[in-house]
C-alpha cells in the first residue's frame, strides 16, 4: 500500500516541518514545500525523479514556487560526492537524532522477492514513492 505523502505529512507535522531533506526533486518538493514552517529549509541532494534518461525532455519542476518566498524558505543544494570526507560523521549525527526521536523516516514499502527489484529501481528513477523505497522480502 503505498502513502498519501500530503496526508502522511500533514499527519506527521501538523505544526509544518522545520527542515525538508529532498532527494527526489518533481512533485515530492513541491508536497514537501506545502508543509514547510515559516524561515524553514529546504536540502536538495538530487533529482532521482529527474533522473539521465529524461536528458533533453521536459522534467517535472517545482511549481509552487510562491511558496519559496512566501514562507520565507532557504533551499540548499549539495552533491554527496563534493563532500565525502565528512560522510562518516554526517552518518553519525544523523543516527544520533534517529536515535533521540528528532528525525522522522517516511518510507514507501514494497513487498515482494527479487521478482520486483527491477520494478522498485525503474519506481526509485522515476521519483515514483514517498521517502526510502524499501523492497521487503
Do not use: N, Y
Not at 47 to 69: I, M, P, V
Request: hydrophobic share 45%.
Amino acid at each position: 500500500m503505498e502513502e498519501d505523502m500530503d496526508a502522511r505529512l500533514a499527519e506527521l507535522a501538523p505544526e509544518g516541518v522545520d527542515i525538508f531533506f529532498d532527494g527526489a526533486g518533481s512533485w515530492q518538493l513541491d508536497v514537501g514545500s506545502r508543509h514547510m514552517k515559516v524561515g524553514g529549509k529546504i536540502v536538495q541532494v538530487g533529482c532521482a525523479s529527474e533522473s539521465s534518461d529524461r536528458a533533453g525532455q521536459d522534467c517535472a519542476r517545482l511549481t509552487e514556487c510562491h511558496r519559496l518566498a512566501g514562507r520565507g524558505l532557504i533551499v540548499g543544494r549539495f552533491l554527496l560526492a563534493q563532500h565525502m570526507a565528512k560522510l562518516p560523521s554526517a552518518v553519525l549525527s544523523l543516527m544520533w537524532l534517529a536515535t533521540r526521536g528528532k528525525l522522522k523516516r517516511v518510507q514507501t514499502i514494497v513487498r515482494g522477492g527479487w521478482g520486483e527489484f527491477a520494478e522498485c529501481v525503474d519506481r526509485l528513477l522515476a521519483g515514483d514513492g514517498v521517502g526510502q523505497l524499501v523492497l521487503v522480502f
